[in-house]
């Protein structure tokens, strides 16, 4: 039962290279979601999916790219990463009948 | 504008005491209310939520009491346990289905032995 899973756990880049991190989950969950957490900051929406092929805008969604062509699968990919976009992100589903999103370990990623 | 806050970033309580973590909200148009659990290097875990139509839930060991008059929410738990030592985050949802929730900044919990 591996639940929701994300890949790589640590990640250091370089300004202005492309990064993508990727999320996977085997509840075949209708939801997915991509956050940041930065201190002072909790967690901050950047972008979420309510099935597949359809995508929204978070809160932070500047700097970010996402897809979903299949249910399972949610990456993230930051076009020209920059040095703000250094934070733990963490990839999230839930069915979208109730509250409880089901959180992955995070990805922490830093941009020299 | 909208924003979930909490009163305390840091609590410390005695192992067996009871804890409060207390959350102000600003939008009443939100329709749910959420306490989240994240221990160092894991991502949250749902605790407990709540319904704007009511004042108070209760889970294992935990209950959640919303008061609406003055846009407080906050989350009591019982009987402390080292397992208890974590960040709680309280968030809001406008919609039952979790889309696009709104998280306060965080409380760090710590038990004393």
């Known amino acids: 039962d591996a639940g929701i899973t994300q890949s790589p756990r640590y990640k250091i880049t370089e300004t202005g290279r492309q990064v993508t991190l990727m999320c996977h989950q085997t509840?075949?969950?209708?939801?997915m979601f991509w956050y940041r957490q930065d201190l002072g900051h909790g967690l901050r929406l950047i972008y979420y999916?309510?099935?597949?092929?359809?995508?929204d805008k978070g809160e932070v969604p500047d700097g970010y790219v996402v897809s979903r062509s299949k249910t399972e699968n949610f990456p993230l990919t930051l076009e020209s990463a920059t040095r703000s976009q250094t934070s733990v992100y963490f990839c999230?589903?839930?069915?979208?009948?109730?509250?409880?999103?089901?959180f992955g370990p995070g990805t922490r990623l830093t941009v020299l | 504008g909208e924003s979930v806050g909490l009163h305390l970033p840091t609590l410390s309580v005695q192992e067996g005491d009871n804890s409060i973590i207390n959350c102000a909200y600003s939008?009443?148009?939100?329709?749910?209310f959420i306490w989240y659990k994240q221990e160092s290097g894991k991502g949250p875990q749902f605790i407990i939520d709540?319904?704007?139509?009511?004042d108070k839930r209760q889970g294992q060991r935990v209950t959640v009491l919303l008061n609406k008059t003055v846009k407080h929410l906050s989350l009591q738990i019982a009987a402390t346990q080292p397992g208890d030592s974590a960040v709680y985050f309280c968030?809001?949802?406008?919609?039952?289905?979790?889309?696009?929730?709104?998280f306060g900044q965080g409380t760090r919990l710590t038990i004393n032995p």
């Open positions: 999230a589903s839930t069915t979208g009948l109730y509250n409880e999103q089901f």
């Open positions: 509840w075949s969950h209708s939801y």
């Open positions: 999916s309510a099935a597949a092929d359809i995508t």
């Open positions: 939008n009443s148009a939100s329709d749910y």
């Open positions: 709540i319904r704007s139509n009511m």
């Open positions: 968030a809001e949802n406008k919609i039952q289905g979790a889309q696009k929730l709104v």
